[in-house]
């Protein structure tokens, strides 16, 4: 899918109201950054544009980590989109997005908005981003995002011990409180920073194959379009390869991504079983972290 490929990525800060426990980012990772002006932010997006010179639909994705905590937000959108970029994403965790604030970025031609929204439970919820009394204004921040016509909403929830197995309530959920939003992006623990400090939270492969292994199927029953994600799972596990069109591996291959850089700059390795994979060339492998802690456990290679 399409909107499954990565973007280019503007950091627009280094500060968040949450305090996620998996979390793979952390001041430690920039130490020395310093939030960007919208000069210094238009400037990026143009060697973006001139680097990409013969991409005629260029994709921007504003992160890093919560951009609704700058006021210029909207500006910032604004301008990008008067460079002449087509597609604008905002990565959030909603806590902030008001009616008011949403109308701002949308009205200033805003196309997607790409949420964290861990479980449907509001203790698991809460516990998962530290942050208290805080699950039920997302969700009614979500549900506004209803009323704007042909603006995109992806839902992000990260995987690990203490919401895998709420997995099929979550998708009724979603169903039933947000009718309209149609693709789920199904992250597992990345793990790094914060998040390798709390390795214990990330699932090994083998309970993952057990016990989701028909929750894609049950998700495509619902109408959702789950997709596989770079923070997601090896094709390999959880019936990945029926479905492998949804993986981001597969999708941006044919954008002739120098796959090599990426394992090795994002701490990926293999082992032997993945040498008789079909899927070897497509597949980013496995966390390192992953491989320390559970070896191999889980991982089968299709033939």
Known sequence: ?????????????????????????????????????????????????????????????????EPTLRKDL???????KKLWVNYI????????LKKEIADKLVKNWLNKFFISFHSYKKEVFEDYVWLKNIFD?????????WNYKNIEVILNPVISKKNYKDLKWYFDFIKKEFPFIKYISLSFIQPHWEAKKNIDLMLDYDTINKELIWILDYAYILW???????????????W??????????VIEWKEFIDRWKIRKENNKVYIEECNKCIYYWLCWWIWREYIKKYWDRGIKFIS
């Open 224 to 238: 959702f379009i789950v997709n596989n994600p770079y923070c997601g799972l090896p094709i390999c596990i959880m």
């Open 74 to 80: 909207d500006k910032i959108i604004l301008w990008i």
């Open 1 to 65: 899918m399409q909107n499954n490929i990565r973007s280019h990525l503007i950091r627009l800060n280094m500060i968040c109201n949450e305090s996620c426990s998996f979390c793979n980012v952390t001041n430690e990772t920039e130490p020395n950054y310093k939030e960007k002006s919208i000069f210094e932010i238009l400037l990026e997006v143009r060697k973006i544009i001139k680097k990409n010179w013969w991409v005629s639909n260029i994709k921007i994705t504003l992160s890093w980590w």
């Open 240 to 249: 990945w390869d029926k479905y492998s069109k949804n993986c981001v591996e």
């Open 137 to 145: 204004i997302v969700v009614n921040n979500i549900k506004n995002l």
């Open 89 to 96: 994403e905002l990565q959030t965790n909603a806590t902030l």
